[in-house]
T-cell receptor, first 116, second 110 residues
Framework: DTEVTQTPKHLVMGMTNKKSLKCEQH?????MYWYKQKAKKPPELMFV???????INESVPSRFSPECPNSSLLNLHLHALQPEDSALYLC???????????????FGEGSRLTVL | GEDVEQSLFLSVREGDSSVINCTYT??????LYWYKQEPGAGLQLLTY?????DMKQDQRLTVLLNKKDKHLSLRIADTQTGDSAIYFCAESNQGGKLIFGQGTELSVKP
């Protein structure tokens, strides 16, 4: 199983809603990532979890709250988002955190978020 | 600072070779990567090259690395319509981050 599964595939929410994005992998990877991608732009790193601990937060606004309940699951909790937060949110995993190493990142298909 | 640059568009005819170019600035990068993203999908790792290599070939894909000029290229032989996608060059820095280029949109015409 070399898949990273993300749910939901599409999400539409209002600015006052609370919702969550979910990501799951069963490859035994110990590093998991959230990226944000706008149309036809490269992915931008948001968060990195290593061994279930948050290791990188790229100064992401607190309306995005990550959670790593166990080594297979990664959530992104969303609250009071803005229309400019509409984007494709990609989850990825790797065996360990890249540190100039060859750790291949496996990406999910993404959750397309629209904030009204 | 770290920066990865690519041209934004490339158009080729089916059966021709495609060459996508990339320049990077971080000379300490140990690995350099090529990712492919089809419309509506996530990113798929196509290939990567270790920084002490000049070339890597994998079926229709050839990666060339000029470390002195910090230039990376991806050649796709016998390009097919299914190769139409956005191709991202990326380097990994010592902090464990993957730095992506802006992506090259490859359009393959029949």
């Amino acid at each position: 199983d070399t898949e990273v599964t993300q749910t939901p595939k599409h999400l539409v929410m209002g600015m006052t809603n609370k919702k969550s994005l979910k990501c799951e992998q069963h490859m035994g990877h110990r590093a998991m990532y959230w990226y944000k991608q706008k149309a036809k732009k490269p992915p931008e790193l948001m968060f990195v979890y290593s061994y279930e601990k948050l290791s990188i937060n790229e100064s992401v606004p607190s309306r995005f709250s990550p959670e790593c309940p166990n080594s297979s699951l990664l959530n992104l909790h969303l609250h009071a988002l803005q229309p400019e937060d509409s984007a494709l949110y990609l989850c990825a995993s790797s065996q360990v955190v890249l540190a100039g190493g060859s750790g291949e990142l496996f990406f999910g298909e993404g959750s397309r978020l629209t904030v009204l | 600072g770290e920066d990865v640059e690519q041209s934004l568009f490339l158009s080729v005819r089916e059966g021709d070779s495609s060459v996508i170019n990339c320049t990077y600035t971080d000379s300490s990068s140990t690995y350099l990567y090529w990712y492919k993203q089809e419309p509506g999908a996530g990113l798929q790792l196509l290939t990567y090259i270790f920084s002490n290599m000049d070339m890597k070939q994998d079926q229709r894909l050839t990666v060339l690395l000029n470390k002195k000029d910090k230039h990376l290229s991806l050649r796709i032989a016998d390009t097919q319509t299914g190769d139409s996608a956005i191709y991202f060059c990326a380097e990994s820095n010592q902090g464990g981050k993957l730095i992506f280029g802006q992506g090259t949109e490859l359009s393959v015409k029949p």
